[in-house]
Structures are given as structure tokens and as C-alpha cells.
């Protein structure tokens, strides 16, 4: 019984070692087809690497000798021009002129051209919160009509005398016209034409209301008649008498009211 075991146990570990190369072969096989299938990890990195980076830039050659410097050739249609980069920061960024809120600046030797509009270093100001009176305007008191609007330009003027308006206006005068307060020392110059009747009110705004009621109740300005005409000069000459034709009257001007009285006693 013993022989023939071990002679079973001989013959199948003697099948085994034959069967080892075989069952070898085909499980290497099986786990190379998996392998095959799926690409190597490091492959996916490079491509991926490959599509986000931009295409290398020609290379381009500049030709350099002691005789000649030579600019690379460039293309035309390759170049594009982008805007400039913001400053770092706003200690770096240039003063520009025009930009900026408007302030109070004072505009020197202003030229009325109407009650209430005037031109002084490159600014056209119309004050604000009125409207300006035309210079070819012409009212009507009473059925006697008079030039008002010259009257009011030249009232605007003699108020002014050429002295210097503080207004808020932009750093740079603008091409429009600017509409803003303006103030002549501590006076307001469109209060002023709106009080003496000079301007109308401006119909959006109430801040001069008051002060063209009291100009209309008042009649002053373009609300009453015009200027009268200047009085023909008189002058009264006193009657002479007996005594300015003997020299001894009003006329005589050496003469002495007592003089004679006084001679005639001492005679």
C-alpha cells in the first residue's frame, strides 16, 4: 500500500513541474492584455502638459556683424497692440487735466454778453437757477415798449465792474455750456438779477422764487416801465432890477448889502 502511494505522489508532482512553464505563459498573458489596454500614467501627463502649453515661438535669428544691427523681420498681421496696464498705484498715474469733480474756482474778468450768461477763461456760464435775459429782448409797461434786455445786460455789467466770480466748474472748460452758482464776494449774482428784476426765474427752479415775487410786486426791472428820459437842463436866472443895472445890486459882486446905508448915515 505504501509503494503505491508514493508512487501516485511522484507522478503528480512529476505532472506539476511539466505543467509550471505552461501555466506560467498564460498568466502572463492575462495580465499583460490588461496593461495594454489602459495608457501608462505618465503618457497622460505629457499630453495633458502638451495641449495647455502654447505653441514655442519661431525662432528667429538676428544677424549681427560690426557693420549692421539688424531688426528681426516681422510680420505685420502678427503684431497687436494691447491696451497699457493700469498703475501699480494712483501715486503713479498720470494728472490728467480734464478729469476730476468740479470745484469752486474764481474766473477772472468775465464778459457779460446777457443778465445772467457771461464768458471768463474759456468758460461759458449761464447761472444757474434763472434764465438769461436776451440782449434783443423788449418789454411793455403801460403799452410803452423799451429795450430791456439791453438795459439788462448793461445793469449786469455795472454790477460786475470787471471783478472776478467765484463758480463751481470743471477743472477744464468743457465745449458745452455750464450751468452753475456763482457768487461775487458773499453775493449771490443770480440772486442779485432776480431781486432787481433784471432775470426771470428759472420755472424748474424754486431757489429764486421769492425774490421775483418781491421784484414783481416792486416793479423793478424788466417788471416796471423803462427809464425815463433825461430832463431837459433849466436854469432860473433871478429878475434884474434898478439897482443890478446901477452896480449896486445882486450882480455886484463887491457890492455890500450895509454899504450903503452905512455911507448914507455917515453923510
Same mark, same amino acid.
Given at each position: 500500500?505504501?509503494?503505491?502511494?508514493?508512487?501516485?505522489?511522484?507522478?503528480?508532482?512529476?505532472?506539476?513541474?511539466?505543467?509550471?512553464?505552461?501555466?506560467?505563459?498564460?498568466?502572463?498573458?492575462?495580465?499583460?492584455?490588461?496593461?495594454?489596454?489602459?495608457?501608462?500614467?505618465?503618457?497622460?501627463?505629457?499630453?495633458?502638459?502638451?495641449?495647455?502649453?502654447?505653441? %514655442?515661438?519661431?525662432?528667429?535669428?538676428?544677424?549681427?556683424?560690426?557693420?549692421?544691427?539688424?531688426?528681426?523681420?516681422?510680420?505685420? /498681421?502678427?503684431?497687436?497692440?494691447?491696451?497699457?496696464?493700469? *498703475?501699480?498705484?494712483?501715486?503713479?498715474?498720470?494728472?490728467?487735466?480734464?478729469?476730476?469733480?468740479?470745484?469752486?474756482?474764481?474766473?477772472?474778468?468775465?464778459?457779460?454778453?446777457?443778465?445772467?450768461?457771461?464768458?471768463?477763461?474759456?468758460?461759458?456760464?449761464?447761472?444757474?437757477?434763472?434764465?438769461?435775459? *436776451?440782449?434783443?429782448?423788449?418789454?411793455?409797461?403801460?403799452?410803452?415798449?423799451?429795450?430791456?434786455?439791453? /438795459?439788462?445786460?448793461?445793469? =449786469?455789467?455795472?454790477?460786475?465792474?470787471?471783478?472776478?466770480?467765484?463758480?463751481?466748474?470743471?477743472?477744464? %472748460?468743457?465745449?458745452?455750456?455750464?450751468?452753475? %452758482?456763482?457768487?461775487?464776494?458773499? =453775493?449771490?449774482?443770480?440772486?442779485?438779477?432776480?431781486?432787481?428784476?433784471?432775470?426771470?426765474?428759472?420755472?424748474?427752479?424754486?431757489?429764486?422764487?421769492?425774490?421775483?415775487?418781491?421784484?414783481?410786486?416792486?416793479?423793478?426791472?424788466?417788471?416796471?416801465?423803462?427809464?425815463?428820459?433825461?430832463?431837459?437842463?433849466?436854469?432860473?436866472?433871478?429878475?434884474?432890477?434898478?439897482?443890478?443895472?446901477?452896480?449896486?445890486?445882486?450882480?455886484?459882486?463887491?457890492?455890500?448889502?450895509?454899504?450903503?446905508?452905512?455911507?448914507?448915515?455917515?453923510?
Amino acid at each position: 500500500m505504501r509503494p503505491f502511494a508514493l508512487a501516485v505522489a511522484l507522478g503528480g508532482l512529476g505532472a506539476l513541474v511539466l505543467a509550471a512553464p505552461a501555466l506560467r505563459e498564460q498568466a502572463s498573458r492575462i495580465g499583460t492584455a490588461g496593461l495594454d489596454d489602459a495608457p501608462p500614467a505618465a503618457a497622460v501627463v505629457e499630453e495633458e502638459r502638451e495641449a495647455a502649453s502654447p505653441p %514655442p515661438a519661431p525662432f528667429i535669428v538676428r544677424p549681427v556683424s560690426p557693420d549692421i544691427v539688424a531688426p528681426p523681420p516681422l510680420e505685420p /498681421h502678427r503684431l497687436e497692440r494691447i491696451d497699457p496696464r493700469e *498703475p501699480l498705484s494712483p501715486i503713479g498715474r498720470a494728472h490728467v487735466p480734464s478729469e476730476g469733480p468740479p470745484k469752486e474756482t474764481v474766473l477772472h474778468r468775465p464778459v457779460v454778453g446777457e443778465a445772467g450768461a457771461f464768458e471768463a477763461m474759456g468758460y461759458r456760464i449761464v447761472l444757474a437757477g434763472l434764465m438769461p435775459t *436776451p440782449v434783443d429782448e423788449s418789454c411793455a409797461v403801460d403799452g410803452v415798449p423799451w429795450p430791456c434786455g439791453v /438795459h439788462a445786460r448793461t445793469a =449786469f455789467r455795472n454790477w460786475l465792474r470787471g471783478r472776478a466770480l467765484a463758480c463751481v466748474v470743471p477743472p477744464a %472748460p468743457p465745449a458745452e455750456i455750464v450751468a452753475t %452758482p456763482c457768487r461775487l464776494g458773499a =453775493f449771490d449774482a443770480g440772486e442779485w438779477l432776480v431781486a432787481q428784476g433784471w432775470a426771470r426765474p428759472d420755472p424748474d427752479d424754486a431757489r429764486y422764487a421769492a425774490q421775483a415775487e418781491g421784484a414783481r410786486a416792486a416793479r423793478r426791472g424788466l417788471y416796471g416801465p423803462g427809464p425815463a428820459a433825461a430832463a431837459p437842463l433849466t436854469v432860473t436866472v433871478p429878475e434884474l432890477t434898478e439897482r443890478d443895472l446901477n452896480g449896486t445890486g445882486i450882480l455886484d459882486a463887491d457890492s455890500d448889502p450895509g454899504s450903503d446905508d452905512a455911507g448914507a448915515s455917515g453923510d
